[in-house]
């Protein structure tokens, strides 16, 4: 199989993988415990909070450890909303991942203000622009970088915007993480993150608070996480979720990897325009994630090119895997202003570390090559409905 759909879930790497295994077999114990072998846990689970703490340059104690994203954008939200003043409203990005839009509709909508960023505008003059219409700003949600596009937003911007004014910022930087390094992470009021988007496990994750906002209601039941976040740590997920992001980080610092891997994804593009007539390009903005595709072929909808593809081997998506199965167009393309039909035909294509520049050219290959053989059976189709026509034609 050639994967093409990392923004959905990476692969397990091997780093993972081993401290995994190796936390099952030496650091089982409940880290709550008060036996030998369950301090030892506990020490783990301290050490593997200190090392992502180095890892993102913030406080081990502004750490904590979720199932994923999900559950910290729902956390978060959950706080906020609950320790709102009634003046106060929140700015959030509609191009957000549903973990928050679908959030921020179930808890208070009436108390949102939606903003859709745009290339357009700059990120400080259009966050002037929407909290000039409300009271009070309680807080601003933006995401790093969308899971569908690939677009990198300003989120350096906004959270300089925010801390200027008081104003806290909350980021979803589970697209960013082990893509790009953490500089300007320690910035950050508050973010999330996903092992499983950056080589870990699935079901695990974290949120990073600020000091200065501790006011946070997770959870409840044992003290765990500081009493934030009930629940018996997984430990083994957490020591695998750090090895994975320490291992992607490398990939980040090595000298010229993520400037080559742009001038595949270009090569890819360019060959595809010029090779189909019609395909449309969904980059807006010249920031966009080095691994994201997003485009809408000029023939049949997405379902029909992730089966057409699957059967010759590439794992390929339609807008965001959250979607999948639904018939309606993805949420992220219609706000961008993309017209049904075409975002419909739109397919997500996201390399990996590991995805190599022949995998990017074999999957232009079959792209074109499906594409061809439907061409070529529309014309044969045509050609014996012209014969039919002659022959009726000639029967007159
Ligand atoms: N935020 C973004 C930007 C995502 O892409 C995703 C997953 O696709 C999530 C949040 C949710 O992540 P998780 O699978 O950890 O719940």
């Given at each position: 199989?050639?994967?093409?759909?990392?923004?959905?879930?990476?692969?397990?790497?091997?780093?993972?993988?081993?401290?995994?295994?190796?936390?099952?077999?030496?650091?089982?114990?409940?880290?709550?415990?008060?036996?030998?072998?369950?301090?030892?846990?506990?020490?783990?689970?301290?050490?593997?909070?200190?090392?992502?703490?180095?890892?993102?340059?913030?406080?081990?104690?502004?750490?904590?450890?979720?199932?994923?994203?999900?559950?910290?954008?729902?956390?978060?939200?959950?706080?906020?909303?609950?320790?709102?003043?009634?003046?106060?409203?929140?700015l959030?990005?509609?191009?957000?991942?549903?973990?928050?839009?679908?959030?921020?509709?179930?808890?208070?909508?009436?108390?949102?203000?939606?903003f859709?960023?745009?290339?357009?505008?700059s990120i400080r003059e259009m966050l002037d622009r929407e909290s000039?219409?409300?009271?009070?700003v309680?807080?601003v949600?933006m995401?790093?970088?969308?899971?569908?596009?690939?677009?990198?937003?300003?989120?350096?911007g906004a959270?300089?915007w925010c801390?200027?004014r008081?104003i806290?910022?909350?980021?979803?930087?589970?697209?960013?993480?082990?893509?790009?390094?953490?500089?300007?992470?320690?910035?950050?009021?508050?973010?999330?993150?996903?092992?499983?988007?950056?080589?870990?496990?699935?079901?695990?994750?974290?949120?990073?608070?600020?000091?200065?906002?501790?006011?946070?209601?997770?959870?409840?039941?044992?003290?765990?996480?500081?009493?934030?976040?009930?629940?018996?740590?997984?430990?083994?997920?957490?020591?695998?979720?750090?090895?994975?992001?320490?291992?992607?980080?490398?990939?980040?610092?090595?000298?010229?990897?993520?400037?080559?891997?742009?001038?595949?994804?270009?090569?890819?593009?360019?060959?595809?325009?010029?090779?189909?007539?019609?395909?449309?390009?969904?980059?807006?903005?010249?920031?966009?994630?080095?691994?994201?595709?997003?485009?809408?072929?000029?023939?049949?909808?997405?379902?029909?090119?992730?089966?057409?593809?699957?059967?010759?081997?590439?794992?390929?998506?339609?807008?965001?895997?959250?979607?999948?199965?639904?018939?309606?167009?993805?949420?992220?393309?219609?706000?961008?202003?993309?017209?049904?039909?075409?975002?419909?035909?739109?397919?997500?294509?996201?390399?990996?570390?590991?995805?190599?520049?022949?995998?990017?050219?074999?999957?232009?290959?079959?792209?074109?090559?499906?594409?061809?053989?439907?061409?070529?059976?529309?014309?044969?189709?045509?050609?014996?409905?012209?014969?039919?026509?002659?022959?009726?034609?000639?029967?007159?």
């Open positions: 199989m050639i994967y093409f759909d990392h923004n959905a879930t990476t692969p397990l790497c091997e780093a993972a993988r081993d401290a995994w295994l190796q936390s099952q077999e030496t650091a089982w114990a409940n880290p709550s415990a008060a036996y030998t072998a369950a301090v030892k846990a506990k020490a783990e689970l301290r050490l593997a909070r200190d090392q992502l703490a180095r890892l993102l340059g913030v406080a081990a104690d502004e750490l904590v450890f979720t199932s994923g994203a999900t559950e910290a954008c729902n956390l978060w939200l959950e706080s906020f909303f609950r320790n709102r003043h009634s003046e106060e409203k929140l959030v990005s509609e191009l957000d991942h549903s973990c928050v839009v679908e959030t921020c509709k179930r808890l208070d909508e009436d108390a949102v203000c939606w859709c960023p745009s290339s357009s505008v000039s219409k409300v009271e009070r309680g807080a949600v995401m790093a970088a969308n899971n569908v596009t690939g677009e990198i937003f300003d989120w350096k959270a300089e801390r200027q008081g806290p910022f909350f980021c979803d930087t589970t697209q960013w993480l082990g893509k790009y390094g953490p500089e300007g992470l320690d910035k950050l009021d508050f973010f999330c993150g996903s092992a499983h988007k950056f080589g870990g496990p699935k079901g695990v994750g974290f949120l990073k608070l600020s000091r200065r906002h501790r006011s946070l209601c997770g959870q409840t039941g044992g003290g765990q996480e500081g009493g934030l976040r009930a629940g018996t740590e997984d430990l083994a997920g957490i020591r695998a979720m750090v090895a994975a992001l320490n291992h992607y980080h490398q990939h980040c610092y090595e000298a010229g990897a993520i400037q080559a891997r742009i001038e595949w994804k270009e090569a890819f593009k360019s060959n595809l325009r010029e090779r189909i007539s019609g395909v449309v390009d969904h980059e807006r903005s010249p920031s966009v994630l080095w691994n994201t595709v997003s485009v809408s072929l000029p023939d049949k909808a997405s379902d029909w090119w992730i089966q057409q593809l699957d059967r010759r081997g590439f794992s390929i998506a339609a807008g965001s895997a959250c979607s999948t199965g639904d018939e309606t167009v993805s949420r992220v393309i219609s706000a961008m202003g993309m017209d049904p039909e075409t975002a419909k035909r739109t397919i997500r294509l996201s390399a990996g570390w590991n995805t190599a520049k022949l995998d990017w050219q074999q999957l232009l290959d079959a792209i074109v090559g499906i594409y061809n053989g439907l061409i070529g059976q529309k014309q044969d189709a045509s050609a014996e409905q012209s014969q039919v026509e002659v022959i009726s034609l000639d029967d007159l």
